[in-house]
């Protein structure tokens, strides 16, 4: 029993231990929900694509041995551990002075976070709802709807900060908030941090979402990386990092993996490579963002609720764009070379998730409005 922990604090306890580990969390989703986060041997976690199916024909068939003795738990602190483990990621004597303004929800982030920042001197961290508080007294937990980052987004412009970040309920996901109070894309993110990853790791593998923005594999190739798409999900994309040897990953929804980090994904520990970024960079977030955002115009998600068949529609987009690069790696990819957008069915609402990009804002636009007005006819 490791007690109340977010789950990057969870995976590094299951990795430290060599155990499978059960975590109950409902993530970012309302205080009503739970549910089991399972670790079969890190980095390979139980999930809807790989492992739960597994464990439920099992249990149906009662093709398991029923235990014959008394178990027995033992209470295991990693906390200090934990913190001192993530420090070494970042040279954390050399940041430059940041100001930095972190909402974690009454999630399960704040007291780990605060433990960690506290080591860094030149942090001057001013925290929202850090104390954990399961009737969500202030917002919800999930930092992609507008409503949840908006206050923070206030005032990240209002006290004139370097940064903001939100977490999600777990901590698993991790979202910034740049200097001006624009909430940041987590393509750019990705982008970003791959382009710094490879400044460490010269030559590397960095691995991304087929939602993804082309400033990924764009700017990964400039800087002499191999950039790889993946599937959406934290098994695949654990799996093919695992299995490329890759140093980091990211998906468009907030997940960021990294080899150092046991392939495993942690919002602590972006928030810690972020402004060691800044600090050596000597930039604000949005001067580094400005090369993006003039280049690469992308709509964000958009659901549809689906009342058929998510797979006719996905055909009936295929063939509506049929001149176009056709990829059935997860949903529906299509690519021209001035836009492209994917379009796949969520795995646990009747929902199919639409994500474009093109060239200019005004072929964005275009093209979003005319992909939507498919999917919605």
């Known amino acids: 029993n490791i007690g109340m922990v977010s789950t990057d604090q969870y995976y590094y306890a299951c990795a430290n231990l060599g155990h499978a580990g059960m975590m109950v969390t409902a993530s970012h989703n ?47 602190d990693f906390s200090e551990d934990f913190v001192n483990m993530v420090l070494t990621l970042i040279d954390g004597e050399n940041l430059r002075p940041l100001k930095v303004i972190a909402d974690t929800g009454n999630g399960m982030v704040g007291p780990i976070l605060k433990r960690v920042y506290e080591r860094l001197p030149s942090v001057d961290l001013t925290g929202m709802y850090l ?43 991790f979202f910034t908030i740049d200097d001006r109070g624009e909430f940041v894309s987590g393509d750019f ?70 080899k150092d980090f046991y392939f495993a994904d942690s919002g602590i520990v972006p928030s810690l490579i972020i402004m060691e970024m800044l600090s050596k960079k000597n930039a604000s977030l949005s001067e580094l963002l400005a090369p993006l955002e003039a280049k690469y115009f992308i709509s964000g998600e958009i659901n549809t609720r689906i009342s058929g068949d998510p797979k006719a529609k996905m055909q009936e987009l295929a063939e509506t764009f049929s001149d176009a690069k056709i990829s059935w790696q997860d949903g529906v990819s299509v690519e021209y070379d001035d836009w ?28 979003r409005d005319q992909v939507v007005e498919i999917i919605r006819s």
Request: charged share 30%.
């Open 30 to 76: 309302p205080a009503q929900y739970s549910g089991f986060k399972m670790v079969k041997k890190m980095p390979q976690l139980l999930s809807g694509d790989e492992g739960i199916q597994d464990l439920r024909r099992i249990v149906e068939n009662d093709a398991y041995d029923t235990p014959t003795r008394q178990g027995t738990m033992t209470e295991i």
């Open 131 to 173: 104390d954990p508080d399961g009737s969500l007294p202030n917002h919800g937990l999930d930092p992609l709807q507008p409503e949840n980052r908006a206050e923070l987004q206030q005032r990240v412009k209002d006290e004139g900060a370097d940064v903001g970040f939100a977490f999600d309920g777990d901590g698993d996901r």
């Open 189 to 258: 993110m990705t982008a970003l941090m791959g382009q710094y990853y490879l400044e460490k790791y010269p030559g590397a593998k960095i691995v991304y979402d087929v939602r993804g923005s082309w400033a990924v594999p764009d700017l990964i190739t400039a800087k002499g990386g191999i950039p790889l798409m993946e599937r959406v999900g934290h098994a695949f994309i654990k799996r093919r990092m695992a299995d490329e040897g890759a140093v980091y990953g990211g998906e468009v929804t907030g997940h960021y993996y990294f």
């Open 340 to 367: 492209h957008f994917n379009a796949r069915p969520s795995n646990t609402e009747p929902l199919l998730r639409l994500n474009l990009e093109a060239k200019s804002k005004a072929l964005m636009e275009e093209k």
